[in-house]
């Protein structure tokens, strides 16, 4: 039930195009939805984060869509761009714990 | 130096040593965490530290032995390891009393050989 499941594993985008990666839990005592982002020889970095009483949230080419019913949740990446290729984690937390369940991950590559 | 440190950032080692793994965070927290990075597998969760006081041990090995000074820094202590220890050893701070933002360091990757 702690559980992050994500998908896909790997991703392969164009130059432009929409990267998209999903998320999904069990738990619903889960209220906060954080992505990061991870470079090769780099720790993950923060990239965004939505916390489930809003379905979208969006910081410029990149948006998290919420789905609370469904309980997944998505990260879109807008015009691709090769510096974007990184591994991107999903996670989740809840209040009062100080543990955050990642997913597996998700390698992305964006080819010119 | 800014944001969280960690050296070294690349270790060898045969089981039978002992070595120390260091991080140093310069954001103003108080809550510190080691993280164990595989591959193919989620971030696992092995310690945790707020106020210098370790508030999470997750299930991990006796064979790692963490220890927090001061809320700016953490070592991981490792003796006796085993080849499936070999990854990349995360080190993050956030603000004590939520998990909301994490920083984390560089990493140190760990080979044992």
């Known amino acids: 039930q702690q559980q992050v499941k994500q998908s896909p594993q790997s991703l392969i985008v164009q130059k432009g195009g929409i990267s998209i990666i999903n998320c999904a839990y069990e738990n619903t005592a889960f209220d906060y939805f954080p992505w990061y982002q991870q470079f090769p020889g780099k720790g993950p970095a923060l990239l965004i984060a939505i916390r489930p009483d809003v379905s979208e949230k969006k910081e410029g080419r990149f948006t998290i869509s919420f789905n609370k019913s469904a309980k997944q949740f998505s990260l879109h990446i807008m015009d691709s761009q090769p510096g974007d290729s990184a591994t991107y984690f999903c996670a989740a937390s809840m209040a009062g714990y100080q543990k955050v369940t990642f997913g597996t991950g998700t390698k992305l590559q964006v080819i010119p | 130096e800014t944001g969280v440190t960690q050296t070294p950032r690349h270790l060898v080692m045969g089981m039978t040593n002992k070595k120390s793994l260091k991080c140093e965070q310069h954001l103003g927290h108080n809550a510190m965490y080691w993280y164990k990075q595989s591959a193919k597998k989620p971030l696992e969760l092995m310690f945790v530290?707020?106020?210098?006081?370790?508030?999470e041990n997750n299930s991990v090995p006796s064979r790692f032995s963490p220890e927090c000074p001061n809320s700016s820094h953490l070592f991981l202590h490792l003796h006796t390891l085993q080849p499936e220890d070999s990854a990349l050893y995360l080190c993050?701070?956030?603000?004590?009393?939520?998990?909301?933002?994490?920083?984390f360091g560089p990493g140190t990757r760990l080979t044992v050989t």
């Open positions: 993050a701070s956030s603000q004590a009393g939520g998990p909301y933002e994490q920083y």
């Open positions: 530290y707020n106020f210098k006081e370790q508030t």
